[in-house]
């Protein structure tokens, strides 16, 4: 610090001996008359018990050397009570390098002697010899160039203040000049306080009571590095400046996202090097410059290269900027000069306030949503609009804060972004990125272009360049038709503040909370208890993982009715060992398009591939009739499906990769073929599945054809396609069923045993007119997945009756309505109805139970067997193949056992009719031999007596 200090007594000694050879100014020109002494300004402080402390001071600062190297000088000395009396000297003291204490000190010596004529009406500017610099920066660069600090003075009712504002106001009084102390080298002031140091730049905006507005735009960041920034003057907009900007351009300002444009506005007004290399742009430089123009405005370049426009009126004396005069002009600053102006200094074609849409959700206080852009580097790309005519517009969905602090759901939301924010640290932006994407609508969208129902295309991308969409929804207030009166919502939230705000090529929604984009399949399935089943499905076959990174799905979802009505096959199919026909029949359901429902067309039928390999066909028949079916040959579904699918959402649901649409019924592929074994199987049937296979009849099982019989050598080829089409339907009792038979009696015998199976198939013929001819077959119409056609009453024969070539009479069943069936809590009125299990009755039609037999039983649960495919060549009435009915499994809960009347039954009742008819044509032969009898005895009689009566004589 010694070198420093010595160096500086070398620079400003330079600087004196530069101030004495060059030309007085005009302050120097009236002095004050020095007599001749030998006494020196030190010599005085000395004998002066007054200035003790000061000497003492200056002492400390080695300043005396310079002083003493002073010819003519000017010494404001406070004395010891002025020093006591301030708490400055204490805490400069308190410098271990004295560097502030020693620039004080400087600042009350001047280079010359005072002027003996000082102005009343306005202040004059003396140089002092403080050439400030930083106090706590690593190198001591000046603040004023090569210029000295200010000193301002006034004569204000005939006494002289000292350290005045630029109004003259404040300041130290002088004594009057006989108590003036002279030396050989200059004169001693002796004065009652401490001049204080011109502030910084940085502490003028944050004191003045004018300027608090712009303290308050300007950041403290900033406002820190403005200490050091040398030689500016400085072009301040007072408070009444700001009012001129709207409020959501002065919200801006405020906040903390305006750094940018707040530093921008002060270096259009600042600059720093005025009219010359590290000019100062005091108001006597201005006016003299002014001068030099002859009156008229001159410019000055900003920092940032704005001209500004320095005018003068010799009338008002004032100095205007650009037009505005200065309101309050040279308030002197440790680096520069600072003038106030009624205005802000915003050039044309220039405005650092031009709104783009960040700068307006700022003015909306939507901060934190900006934050997060910029976080995610994503506020330049989508927030600032001004881009070129050729780029294309968007729509912003904001949230402002306070919605975010008041809203519980919006927290939530929100927290999920800071979750996002978080992973910023690890260079993980994707998620945080991705949600507010979503926010980002391509295009322009006033109220007037939305429609309820209408899917936009965000900025989010999957699949490669596929956009996630978001829905809109407008629904009307009573009856009333006008947008404005409409409530509308994106994503589920719905819009607050008014009508949209566009800007540039950006329209600003502001949302009630944030939108969240879609998840994936799994979890927007989970959402809704309709589709559990599907979801235990999908985990079940482990598709998950594959159907999330599939780049473009649409997932048709069936609900658990849909499932559950699948019966027996869904039985199956959640086997371990038939997982591959389930993954095949969930991997049938997603189609590997986006298909959104209000991009279709009415009236269109379009094919779409899945992932299983084959195709779905998706049919609009109305803006509310969406069907759903598989390929079909000549107009039947290979899959055997009777009915298509339908759509029952009316509005998209959206996942992470697609879309999701909920179905009525599952769709099967053609190419999982389920027969009756895998439906006994499904039903857990090992009994029933092992006596089929132990007796001659196990080629039902898999679609095979009986085998041939002697009779059958002659059989024409209309009755080879009749075995080959048709199907059969398996009355299956379940294996508890069986517990409660005899099997080692039927096992015992193998016809009993056949009988027994015989006794629970039903043969079912194709769908055909050929076949439906053949006498006691009826299909009907028949429901999906239900493997026989069944009504109330109902007849049908089986293996075991003499018309399908059984040897029973009682080979026929019969269904009947079972009304006491359980009802379940879970379905409402319309699943009731279309219950199919538990809701009949089979039983052998004309058996008659007694001894424990059984005739009847219930049915409780079904499945059909997938459909089998008749060759062209086995058609008489085709050239094409067809599609044939395969028949099923009815699970039972009892074992229907063949009917065998007993003695009685087959001849005891022809014997007691005999019996009761033999005795009736007795008694009548009886009665009418005696009625013959007396009527041969009555003629007889009559013949014996020749006609007359013979009376018999009366007693008396």
């Known amino acids: ?76 000395a406070p004395t010891n009570q002025a020093l006591d009396s301030s708490e400055l000297v204490g805490k400069l003291q308190q410098d271990n390098q004295q560097l502030e204490l020693r620039q004080t000190l400087l600042y009350h010596l001047l280079n010359f002697t005072l002027p003996d ?10 140089d002092s010899l403080l050439f400030p610099v930083p106090f706590n920066a690593d190198q001591e660069v000046p603040l004023l160039g090569h210029q000295p600090q200010k000193l301002r003075i ?75 920034l040398p030689h500016l003057t400085l072009f301040a907009p007072q408070n009444s400046a700001w009012n001129n900007l709207s409020s959501i351009e002065l919200d801006y300002l405020k906040s903390n996202f305006s750094a940018d ?164 640290n690890n260079n993980d932006t994707e998620s945080l990125s991705k949600s507010l994407k979503y926010h980002v609508i391509e295009g322009n969208y006033l109220m007037e272009d939305l429609k309820d129902g209408l899917l936009l295309k965000t900025e989010l991308k999957f699949g490669g360049e596929s956009k996630q969409r978001i829905p809109v929804s407008v629904a009307t207030k009573g009856q009333s038709i006008s947008m404005k009166s409409s409530i509308i919502g994106f994503g589920g939230a719905n819009v607050v503040g008014g009508d949209p705000v566009k800007i540039g090529n950006t329209v600003i929604y502001i949302l009630s909370q944030i939108v969240q984009p879609p998840s994936d399949l799994i979890q927007v399935a989970l959402s809704d208890i309709r589709f559990s ?122 996942i992470e990769n697609g879309s999701m649409q909920f179905i009525n019924q599952v769709e099967l592929p053609s190419g999982v073929n389920i027969g009756i074994r895998k439906l006994m199987m499904g039903a857990k049937a090992t009994t029933m599945l092992e006596l089929i296979q132990s007796s001659n009849l196990s080629w039902i099982l898999d679609y095979g054809s009986p085998p041939p019989s002697p009779s059958s050598k002659n059989s024409n080829q209309g009755e080879e396609i009749i075995n080959l089409g048709r199907g059969y339907t398996i009355l299956c009792p379940s294996d508890t069923a069986f517990t409660q038979v005899n099997l ?8 009993r045993l056949e009988s027994l199976i015989r006794q629970h198939i039903i043969p079912v013929y194709p769908d055909d007119d050929e076949f439906n001819s053949k006498e006691g077959v009826i299909r009907g119409d028949l429901k999906s997945f239900e493997p026989l056609y069944i009504k109330d009453g109902l007849i049908y024969p089986t293996l075991l009756s003499i018309k399908e070539g059984g040897n029973s009479r009682y080979g026929d069943i019969s269904f009947r309505s079972n009304k006491n069936h359980p009802k379940s809590s879970l379905d409402d009125k319309e699943d009731h109805e279309d219950q199919f299990d538990r809701k009949w009755l089979v039983g052998i039609k004309g058996a008659q139970s007694k001894n424990g037999l059984h005739d009847s039983s219930r049915i409780i649960n079904f499945g ?17 193949d067809q599609v044939s009915f395969a028949g099923g499994v009815l699970l039972l809960d009892m074992v229907l056992e063949p009917y065998y009347p007993s003695f009685w039954d087959r001849i005891g009742k022809f014997i007691l009719v005999s019996c009761v008819f033999f005795f009736l044509l007795s008694g009548l032969a009886f009665f009418g031999w005696k009625g013959w009898k007396k009527y041969v005895d009555l003629q007889n009689k009559n013949k014996s007596t020749n006609g007359y009566l013979v009376v018999e004589p009366m007693e008396e």
């Open 744 to 751: 080692t009696y039927y096992l015992e015998d193998r016809s």
């Open 154 to 228: 006034i004569q204000r009712d005939l006494t002289r203040f000292i350290g005045v504002n630029a109004r003259g106001q404040g300041g130290i009084s002088l004594p009057d000049s006989s108590e003036f102390q002279n030396a050989t080298n200059g004169i001693m002031i002796p004065i009652q306080s401490i001049l204080s140091l011109p502030p910084s730049l940085k502490t003028i905006i944050k004191t003045h009571p004018e300027l608090s507005t712009y303290s308050e735009i300007l950041p403290d960041q900033f406002l820190d590095q403005l200490e050091l």
């Open 117 to 126: 004529s000082i102005p009343t009406e306005s202040t004059q500017s003396l």
């Open 261 to 424: 444009d707040s530093i921008k506005l002060f270096r259009l007004a600042t600059a720093d090097n005025v009219l010359g290399n590290e000019g100062i742009g005091y108001s006597d430089l201005l006016r003299h410059e002014s001068d030099n123009h002859k009156g008229h405005s001159f410019d000055l370049l900003s920092i940032d290269g704005n001209h500004l426009s320095i005018g003068f009126d010799r009338t008002s004396k004032q100095l205007s900027i650009n037009g505005s005069e200065i309101v309050e002009q040279d308030i002197l600053a440790s680096n520069g000069v600072l003038h106030i102006l009624p205005n802000l200094l915003i050039p044309s074609g220039n405005n650092p306030l031009e709104l783009t849409a960040e700068k307006y959700l700022i003015g909306l206080n939507c901060t934190k949503f900006v934050s997060l852009f910029r976080q995610a580097n994503l506020s330049t790309p989508y927030l600032d609009n001004q881009r070129g005519d050729d780029q294309k517009g968007y729509t912003i969905l904001a949230v402002r804060d306070d919605v975010l602090g008041s809203s519980t759901s919006s927290i939530e939301e929100y927290k999920r972004f800071e979750n996002s924010v978080d992973r910023l």
């Open 864 to 880: 059909r067997a997938s459909p089998k495919i008749i060759p062209s060549s086995l058609s008489s009435s085709s050239s094409n």
């Open 533 to 654: 089943t599907g979801v235990a499905s999908i985990f079940s076959a482990k598709l998950d993982h594959e159907f999330k990174n599939i780049s473009q799905l649409t997932y048709l979802m069936p609900t658990n009715k849909a499932f559950s009505n699948l019966g027996l096959i869904m039985d199956y199919l959640l086997l371990e060992k038939s997982k591959s026909d389930l993954i095949q029949v969930l991997r049938y359901h997603g189609i590997l398009e986006l298909v959104y429902l209000n991009e279709l067309k009415i009236g269109n039928s379009q094919r779409y591939p899945t992932i299983e390999g084959s195709e779905l066909y998706i049919t609009v028949h109305s803006s509310n009739n969406v069907s759903v079916h598989g390929p079909t040959i000549g107009g039947v579904a290979l899959n055997g499906e009777r009915q298509d699918s339908e759509v029952l959402n009316k509005r998209d649901k959206l």
């Open 1 to 76: 610090m010694v070198n420093k200090n010595h160096y500086l007594v070398i620079f400003i000694s330079i600087l004196l001996s530069n101030f004495s050879s060059t030309k007085p100014i005009e302050q120097q020109q009236q002095t004050f008359a020095i007599e001749p002494q030998t006494t020196t300004l030190i010599d005085l402080l000395s004998k002066s018990e007054e200035h003790s402390k000061l000497l003492q001071l200056i002492q400390i600062t080695r300043l005396v050397p310079l002083i003493n190297s002073l010819t003519q000088a000017t010494l404001f």
